[in-house]
């Protein structure tokens, strides 16, 4: 690959003990035990302080300096927390403009003008933050919710996933772009941006560059979609639930989602999060098909494993996080009372969006935008976009086939 995207800090001399996969569970889950324990930050410092402390201590068992680490960290957070400040403004609740936007740019802006320093770099650890932040988020996906949300959504959801993600890889193809990101890119386009990229680069052991590549392409093409697609909804005269349907099957975020939806009406609202509740359900889904597929297709020689090691492949190219996500959601599904789901609801999600910010800011304080056009003669991007628009058009027609009420009854 052309141009790095992504500078990792060098690894301290220790051996790891666990896994970042792992390790992302581990400390998820213990995030997710504080909070069921009782822990109820009461502001910014008290959030900073559930979260941090134990994302210090795991950066301490991957290795990391912690004489560098925790200031970077430190400034990490408060940057994550300046981009939910700005999200909270008026003007930008009113464009539906996210903190992921403002945590990307922020990052930008810090990386384009200044000289990321060594200590700060030590802190840059983008796959951590979010893979714990994909446990968290199993909390917040109820199995019940979706089977309340109805069967329409469900099927547009595969529907959708099966043929963007299918046109996307073929069009990877054609442009000469590599397995590796050809895979990562149809997945971030047609399940859930970031979030599937994630778990599908865990599924496929791949390349942290071009994973890094492909979740600020995501967020750079989310910027104008999520302005422009809630006026188009409404410039065009969109009935309510089409109009949702439609952006919650090609928005990447879920707080994008909902502004997009609120832009246009309560209806609009939720069905766009009943489409995208079920694409992020098919997280966990879609990484064992990968992982499954991957191992088969043996190593870059074209040698497959054998038949008695497949399991064992699978299991060890199964990203464990994914493995965290769903435990989680098993867990607050079925095991919980629905009183301690929705109590805990509100500091679960304070949780996972400040690993979430993080994780964007130190995307933007790791990416070059040259790079993005430089990276394989740009062959990536186009591929992306492409696969975008084929995203919107599908969606489209999928949203007014289910939610049009001509071949289905509206909810």
Request: hydrophobic share 60%; proline share 4%.
């Amino acid at each position: 690959m052309q141009g790095d995207v992504t500078s990792y800090p060098a690894a301290a001399s220790q051996p790891l003990r666990l896994g970042e996969d792992w390790l992302s569970v581990v400390i998820g889950g213990a995030l997710i035990a504080c909070v069921l324990a009782g822990a109820r930050p009461a502001g910014p410092l008290q959030l900073a302080a559930l979260v941090l402390v134990p994302i210090a201590i795991g950066a301490l068992a991957l290795g990391a300096r912690l004489a560098a680490f925790v200031p970077g960290v430190l400034l990490i957070g408060a940057l994550g927390w300046l981009s939910q400040v700005l999200a909270g403004l008026p003007m930008a609740a009113s464009l539906g403009l996210e903190y992921v936007i403002f945590a990307l740019a922020i990052g930008l802006a810090i990386n384009h003008t200044v000289r990321v320093p060594a200590w700060l770099r030590e802190a840059l650890r983008t796959e951590y933050y979010i893979k714990t932040g994909l446990v968290v988020l199993g909390a917040s996906i109820l199995f019940d919710e979706i089977a309340r949300a109805g069967l329409l959504g469900i099927a547009q959801a595969i529907v959708v996933v099966l043929s963007v993600w299918s046109f996307s890889f073929w069009l990877c193809k054609r442009l000469g772009v590599d397995d590796e990101f050809a895979t990562m890119l149809s997945s971030a386009v047609s399940i859930c941006g970031v979030s599937a990229a994630i778990a599908t680069c865990g599924a496929i052991q791949g390349d942290r560059r071009k994973l890094s590549y492909v979740t600020s392409l995501v967020l750079i093409v989310a910027m104008p979609m999520m302005i422009v697609m809630p006026w188009i909804a409404r410039a065009v005269g969109m009935p309510e639930m089409v109009a949702g349907a439609w952006l919650g099957g090609t928005l990447d975020t879920s707080a994008a989602v909902v502004a997009g939806g609120e832009l246009i009406g309560e209806a609009a609202r939720d069905v766009a999060v009943v489409v995208k509740l079920s694409q992020n359900a098919l997280i966990g889904v879609a990484a064992f098909v990968l992982t499954i597929w991957w191992a088969m297709k043996g190593t870059a020689e074209g040698a497959a494993p054998a038949p008695a090691a497949s399991l064992s492949v699978i299991w060890e190219r199964f990203p464990k996080f994914v493995f965290g996500f769903m435990v989680a959601s098993l867990v607050f599904s079925f095991l919980l009372d629905r009183g301690t789901v929705g109590d805990t609801r509100p500091v679960i999600t304070a949780v996972r969006t400040m690993l979430f910010a993080m994780a964007f800011v130190s995307i933007g304080l790791e990416t070059s935008l040259t790079s993005l056009v430089r990276t394989d003669d740009g062959r990536p991007a186009l591929a992306f976009l492409g696969g975008q628009a084929f995203n919107v058009v599908v969606t489209l027609v999928a949203a007014y086939a289910f939610f049009g009420g001509t071949l289905f009854a509206l909810p």
